[in-house]
């Protein structure tokens, strides 16, 4: 396994700053967060040259781009040209970069509200989007996030089936999974297989109310419901079966840490980091 910090824990910083600190931290890579001040599809060539010079310095790897770009399964027309003209542009940028994957959005809404038309017109653009990643030797990684069509394991795999390109995956979020109240230990591993493109760490918990720093409110099959984003193992998304899961099937890929906790982002990053090394017995 190798492990990632996600930019956007330290959006707070430049992106060269986000690389210094993410080396500083002993990671093998930095997951970059494709919207401002890190990156965008507006970003400059010169400057995504940049980005890859100082990292290369560092000797840090850039696996993923975490694109914000789809939505496709409730943007119209227009909205989705849009999103995979920004695709495409990500996809130039991931090769100066280096970066295999690159996230895209499937779009909402909730799993369990869905519609059969959300998960055709939404697997149409990620059909698109899979023709010209291949033509780059790149991945697509759709993340299993609430209020999404890709919510759970098996409406992640539905979409999956109807896309029907094997250059598009998924993303093992087990703090999202929490909040959908989902299965997101060894089960959802195996069932994934290797439709398992890549994996997210953080911890979540539920609260009484909201409004705190770190709270939010999100929508579930339970209805309204509040969370608070908490260092690992603070949290009530217990990680070691997961960690369990990825050892037991030998997984070789990357691990993100991408804490939100109402923390500095440098002390949520080092403590997450530590954590995961203890469930591992690296520490």
Same mark, same amino acid.
């Given at each position: 396994?190798?492990?990632?910090?996600?930019?956007?824990?330290?959006?707070?910083?430049?992106?060269?700053?986000?690389?210094?600190?993410?080396?500083?931290?002993?990671?093998?890579?930095?997951?970059?967060?494709?919207?401002?001040?890190?990156?965008?599809?507006?970003?400059?060539?010169?400057? !995504?040259?940049?980005?890859? /010079? @100082?990292?290369? #310095? *560092?000797? =840090?790897?850039?696996? $993923?781009?975490?694109?914000?770009? +789809?939505?496709?399964?409730?943007?119209?027309?227009?909205?989705?040209?849009?999103?995979?003209?920004?695709?495409?542009?990500?996809?130039?940028?991931?090769?100066?970069?280096?970066?295999?994957?690159?996230?895209?959005?499937?779009?909402?809404?909730?799993?369990?509200?869905?519609?059969?038309?959300?998960?055709?017109?939404?697997?149409?653009?990620?059909?698109?989007?899979?023709?010209?990643?291949?033509?780059?030797?790149?991945?697509?990684?759709?993340?299993?996030?609430? !209020?999404?069509?890709?919510? /759970? @394991?098996?409406? #992640? *795999?539905? =979409?999956?089936?109807? $896309?029907?390109?094997?250059?598009? +995956?998924?993303?093992?979020?087990?703090?999202?999974?929490?909040?959908?109240?989902?299965?997101?230990?060894?089960?959802?591993?195996?069932?994934?297989?290797?439709?398992?493109?890549?994996?997210?760490?953080?911890?979540?918990?539920?609260?009484?109310?909201?409004?705190?720093?770190?709270?939010?409110?999100?929508?579930?099959?339970?209805?309204?419901?509040?969370?608070?984003?908490?260092?690992?193992?603070?949290?009530?998304?217990?990680?070691?079966?997961?960690?369990?899961?990825?050892?037991?099937?030998?997984?070789?890929?990357?691990?993100?840490?991408?804490?939100?906790?109402?923390?500095?982002?440098?002390?949520?990053?080092?403590?997450?980091?530590?954590?995961?090394?203890?469930?591992?017995?690296?520490?």
């Amino acid at each position: 396994m190798k492990f990632a910090a996600f930019s956007g824990v330290l959006i707070d910083h430049s992106i060269q700053e986000a690389l210094q600190l993410t080396k500083k931290l002993g990671f093998d890579g930095i997951e970059i967060a494709a919207r401002e001040p890190h990156l965008s599809a507006a970003t400059s060539a010169p400057r !995504v040259k940049e980005i890859r /010079t @100082v990292a290369d #310095g *560092l000797g =840090l790897d850039i696996p $993923v781009i975490a694109g914000y770009m +789809g939505g496709f399964s409730t943007a119209s027309d227009k909205e989705s040209e849009q999103a995979f003209s920004e695709f495409q542009r990500m996809l130039e940028m991931s090769e100066t970069l280096g970066a295999s994957m690159i996230r895209v959005g499937s779009g909402g809404p909730n799993a369990f509200l869905a519609e059969d038309y959300h998960y055709a017109k939404a697997a149409f653009w990620l059909r698109k989007c899979a023709a010209e990643a291949r033509k780059h030797d790149k991945r697509i990684v759709l993340e299993i996030h609430n !209020v999404s069509l890709v919510e /759970t @394991v098996e409406s #992640g *795999l539905r =979409l999956l089936d109807l $896309v029907g390109e094997d250059n598009v +995956g998924l993303i093992h979020d087990a703090g999202n999974m929490y909040i959908t109240d989902t299965d997101y230990g060894r089960d959802s591993v195996i069932a994934l297989g290797r439709k398992m493109f890549h994996v997210h760490v953080k911890d979540e918990k539920r609260v009484a109310e909201a409004g705190s720093p770190g709270t939010f409110v999100n929508r579930t099959k339970h209805g309204e419901e509040k969370f608070l984003q908490c260092r690992l193992g603070e949290g009530e998304a217990d990680h070691q079966p997961l960690f369990d899961a990825l050892k037991e099937t030998g997984y070789d890929g990357w691990v993100t840490l991408e804490c939100h906790a109402p923390f500095p982002a440098y002390e949520r990053l080092e403590h997450d980091f530590r954590k995961v090394k203890q469930m591992l017995g690296l520490a």
